[in-house]
């Protein structure tokens, strides 16, 4: 008998052929897709190629090697200036480093670090060695670092002695061994200086960064890997309560993360000076900070610290010293400029700007006219991305040069993506109309998939619309009269503060490991300046009914400081008696999201007890 036919509709598979075809490849594919294995992908299959040498050697080698790569600044007001051919030089040492600690093609690097050279350095290593690293966000707590590094069974950390925020000096060796005092998998600590704190030291596991890589030879011959060897792995939150490592591949994703930043931004090489001002934690910082930018052979701007550390007209002066060309925010940012007022960029010279890129949350159009009037002269494009972490790079935008911008959407799919808003049951809704934003074609910079965990990735991504073989990307949007897509927001519980993916889950559960705490419902509620904050309601053991609700409170969010990481800190919470559920016991966080956003509570008629707002509602009137 004869194979099915296919009748799946294909992606532009002659578009990423060429687009793979701008890398340096040291053996050519054989086939550029391979999804016999659906929702699992192959791209670019049988080829083979290392992802530091794209970024970095082949520039050196073109004669690219005095151009900058990056122009550093660091948070106290010290630069550094590294050219293509520096960076190379780093990144060998860094490689041979790490090669003298025992570690081969496959094991697992855990990096947490300040936005320093060093992360850049430390995660390209990595990659020329065929080293999965797996970065973990500075402000994330012990145990949230512990967790990942259990997860993905990581045999060295690197990190820092301390940390600069907001013109202090924090301590981050001191967090990380709360972290590596549980993960015996971690034979080595690799440590960069930066901030001269004092630190706990383990003799024999514990390195300095300056004594072990200074040391080493600057030649490093690269090893070409396979298109679909595991470039990085990356925590994101879900649904649920456990973050998930979303796996990344090299040729596949390269190539993605390469053509967009290419397109996107419009990029020449050549002239331009580019600045994504996200950390090198996120997903936006590895594709658009790391590999994107380099290779593309791209010169950036890196800055470590807060945009208003010593002063709220850092990042202006940043672009006017530099020149930048391109910058790339999220909407957090520009509204919290919008607050400090214009008069402060208006004191700079911003007038290099070219382009301007949002990511991170839908921009409302009141922030998007700002960011282009006051940073962009009231000419520049702003480009609105959306994408995830999943999906590794850019996926819909609009062009520059493209139809006219429309403030708030991000438009059309890119060249070569698909994109779809459905209904419930799959079917593509009609202009004007709203739904579930799905990705309806493999793209080369998608996930393959999560950490040790398979059921997790077709549970997560792929069952929701599973007859159709849609990729479910947890957002609703809209389509407009002229068909271009609006997002609207996580439709699932994750929540979007100031960018930064939290699940109420995983906050619901750090509040429940609290002795005070009995129960505990987490909710996104709207804010004008974050997007939203985290709101929790919770019921208090009868142990702790005697202590004062402030104290309670400011425990709490403490707590939750100490559990997962500041950002995840409640902005409020409110100590209630009851829940409201359902029948069958699930909580109903759409009455939970009125009391938080001050709305008249919505309909009750499902509640399995439904005086149990009023409850609520008496309470936190009798508290204020
Ligand atoms: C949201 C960040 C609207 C969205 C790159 C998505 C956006 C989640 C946009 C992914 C945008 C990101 N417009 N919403 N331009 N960009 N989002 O994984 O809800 O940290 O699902 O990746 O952020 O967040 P993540």
């Known amino acids: 008998m004869s194979p099915r036919p296919d009748r799946r509709p294909a992606?532009?598979?002659?578009?990423?052929?060429?687009?793979?075809?701008?890398?340096?490849?040291?053996?050519?594919?054989?086939?550029?897709?391979?999804?016999?294995?659906?929702?699992?992908?192959?791209?670019?299959?049988?080829?083979?190629?290392?992802?530091?040498?794209?970024?970095v050697d082949r520039h050196v080698e073109a004669g690219h090697g005095n151009q900058v790569a990056f122009h550093w600044e660091g948070e106290p007001g010290d630069t550094r200036t590294i050219t293509y051919a520096e960076l190379r030089r780093e990144v060998c040492r860094t490689a041979n480093a790490l090669l003298s600690l025992g570690l081969r093609a496959g094991d697992r690097v855990a990096i947490q670090l300040p936005m320093i050279p060093e992360a850049v350095f430390a995660m390209l290593a990595c990659a020329r060695l065929g080293l999965p690293h797996s970065v973990v966000f500075g402000g994330f707590s012990p145990a949230a670092l512990r967790s990942r590094i259990e997860d993905a069974g990581a045999r060295l950390l690197i990190t820092s002695d301390g940390q600069y925020r907001r013109g202090r000096a924090e301590p981050m060796k001191a967090l990380t061994d709360e972290a590596t005092a549980h993960t015996p998998g971690v034979e080595h600590v690799l440590v960069v200086r930066r901030t001269g704190t004092a630190v706990p030291w383990t003799e024999g596991r514990d390195l300095w960064w300056h004594e072990l890589v200074d040391r080493?030879?600057?030649?490093?011959?690269?090893?070409?890997?396979?298109?679909?060897?595991?470039?990085?792995?990356?925590?994101?939150?879900?649904?649920?309560?456990?973050?998930?490592?979303?796996?990344?591949?090299?040729?596949?994703?390269?190539?993605?993360?390469?053509?967009?930043?290419?397109?996107?931004?419009?990029?020449?090489?050549?002239?331009?000076?580019?600045?994504?001002?996200?950390?090198?934690?996120?997903?936006?910082?590895?594709t658009y900070i790391v590999y994107g930018p380099l290779a593309n052979r791209t010169t950036s701007v890196m800055y470590e610290g807060t945009p208003n550390t010593p002063h709220e007209g850092r990042h202006f002066e940043i672009i006017e010293r530099y020149g930048v060309s391109v910058y790339y925010t999220a909407p957090t940012l520009i509204r919290t400029f919008m607050k400090?007022?214009?008069?402060?960029?208006?004191?700079?010279?911003?007038?290099?700007?070219?382009?301007?890129?949002s990511v991170g949350e839908p921009i409302n159009p009141e922030a998007w006219r700002w960011y282009r009037t006051h940073l962009?002269?009231?000419?520049?494009?702003?480009?609105?991305?959306?994408?995830?972490t999943e999906t590794g790079a850019v996926m819909i935008a609009p062009l520059p040069g493209g139809p006219p911008a429309k403030p708030g959407s991000a438009q059309t799919p890119l060249p070569g993506i698909s994109a779809k808003v459905v209904d419930d049951r799959g079917r593509e809704v009609g202009k004007g109309e709203s739904g579930y934003l799905v990705l309806d074609q493999p793209w080369p910079s998608m996930l393959r998939g999560v950490w040790g965990d398979d059921d997790r990735y077709r549970e997560t991504y792929w069952s929701r619309f599973a007859e159709h073989g849609?990729?479910?990307?947890?957002?609703?949007?809209?389509?407009?009269?002229?068909?271009?897509?609006?997002?609207?927001?996580?439709?699932?519980?994750?929540?979007?503060?100031?960018?930064?993916?939290?699940?109420?889950?995983?906050?619901?559960?750090?509040?429940?490991?609290?002795?005070?705490?009995?129960?505990?419902?987490?909710?996104?509620?709207s804010d004008p300046t974050t997007g939203q904050a985290v709101v929790a309601f919770v019921i208090l053991r009868g142990a702790a009914a005697g202590t004062p609700a402030d104290e309670v409170v400011s425990a709490l969010r403490e707590h939750v400081a100490r559990e997962i990481g500041p950002i995840a800190k409640p902005r409020r919470i409110l100590v209630v008696p009851e829940l409201p559920k359902t029948r069958s016991g699930k909580i109903m966080r759409r009455l939970l999201r009125d009391v938080a956003e001050n709305r008249e509570t919505g309909d009750v008629s499902t509640l399995a007890d439904a005086s149990v707002m009023e409850l609520i509602n008496a309470g936190l009137a009798a508290a204020s």
Request: aromatic share 12%.
């Open 11 to 55: 992606p532009d598979l002659e578009f990423w052929a060429r687009q793979a075809g701008q890398l340096h490849w040291e053996t050519e594919w054989s086939e550029v897709l391979d999804r016999s294995d659906a929702p699992f992908v192959r791209w670019f299959t049988g080829g083979r190629l290392n992802a530091a040498y794209n970024c």
């Open 216 to 286: 080493q030879s600057m030649e490093h011959t690269p090893e070409a890997f396979d298109a679909e060897h595991p470039l990085f792995i990356l925590y994101t939150s879900g649904t649920t309560g456990r973050p998930k490592g979303i796996l990344h591949t090299t040729g596949g994703y390269l190539t993605q993360a390469a053509c967009t930043h290419r397109t996107v931004f419009s990029l020449d090489p050549g002239s331009d000076v580019y600045w994504c001002t996200a950390d090198i934690g996120w997903i936006t910082g590895h």
């Open 340 to 357: 400090w007022g214009e008069d402060i960029p208006a004191r700079y010279d911003l007038s290099s700007i070219r382009v301007l890129g």
């Open 376 to 388: 962009g002269a009231g000419r520049a494009p702003v480009v609105d991305t959306w994408w995830q």
């Open 470 to 525: 849609y990729y479910f990307a947890g957002d609703g949007a809209r389509y407009d009269d002229d068909g271009d897509i609006w997002l609207l927001g996580r439709v699932d519980d994750v929540m979007n503060v100031s960018g930064h993916r939290i699940s109420t889950a995983e906050v619901e559960s750090a509040l429940v490991s609290h002795p005070t705490v009995a129960e505990a419902a987490v909710v996104g509620a």
